[in-house]
Each structure stands twice: as structure tokens, then as C-alpha cells.
């Protein structure tokens, strides 16, 4: 089965940085995806950044330059780094598996990461 656990979340204050981790098991890595999306409250869930199998990124126009997705050696781990944090960035941060088969695309989520940005 796929799971896939976030971390990572917490209270910042504006300018500061964090950095979130997602644990990502079960799933054909050639098939598949990982992605991080957030939502606040009252707001509908956008992508964040995601990155295919074979390491190639896209972003949210207006997160370039600031937050940095990356994997670790063993690729098991996806990281969302986040840099300049402003009050717009507080959000549940969620991490998902994303898989494409017989023309379907599925999302396993993560129970997602709360991040509050104060100011």
C-alpha cells in the first residue's frame, strides 16, 4: 500500500525558513510522481512543486526563488524548503503521491503538515 507521511510543520515568523519532509513508500517509481499542494483555510488546494521520476521539477509561478523541492539519496524522502515565509504561506502543506495508469491519475495524500507564518 502507499503511504506517505509529512513533517516538518510549525510556527515561524515571517522571513524565516522551514523545511518539510515527506516519507513516500509503496508506489511504482517509474509510474508515479511527488508533489507538495497546500491549502488554506477557505481557499481551494494548489500545487505547491512536484517532481517526476526522473528528477525534472515544475513550481507555482509565484513560489519560484523561494521554495526548493528536493529528494534524498535514496529517494524515499521528498523535501519542500521554504525561504522568505510570508503570512500567505500559512497553509496545511500536503505531500502526495501522484501515479498515472490506464489514463488515470491518482493522489495518494499524506495527512498533511500545518505551517503558520506570523508576523
Known amino acids: 500500500q502507499v503511504q506517505v507521511v509529512e513533517s516538518g510543520g510549525g510556527s515561524v515568523q515571517a522571513g524565516g525558513s522551514l523545511k518539510l519532509s515527506c516519507a513516500a513508500s509503496g508506489y511504482i517509481f517509474s509510474s508515479c510522481g511527488l508533489g507538495w499542494y497546500r491549502q488554506a483555510p477557505g481557499k481551494e488546494r494548489e500545487l505547491v512543486s512536484i517532481i517526476s521520476s526522473d528528477g525534472t521539477t515544475n513550481y507555482a509561478d509565484s513560489l519560484k526563488g523561494r521554495f526548493t523541492v528536493s529528494q534524498d539519496n535514496a529517494k524515499n524522502t521528498l523535501y519542500l524548503q521554504m525561504n522568505s515565509l510570508k503570512s500567505e504561506d500559512t497553509a496545511a502543506y500536503y505531500c502526495?503521491?501522484?501515479?498515472?495508469?490506464?489514463?488515470?491519475?491518482?493522489?495518494?495524500w499524506g495527512q498533511g503538515t500545518q505551517v503558520t507564518v506570523s508576523s
Open positions: 502526495a503521491v501522484v501515479c498515472r495508469r490506464g489514463g488515470n491519475t491518482f493522489h495518494y
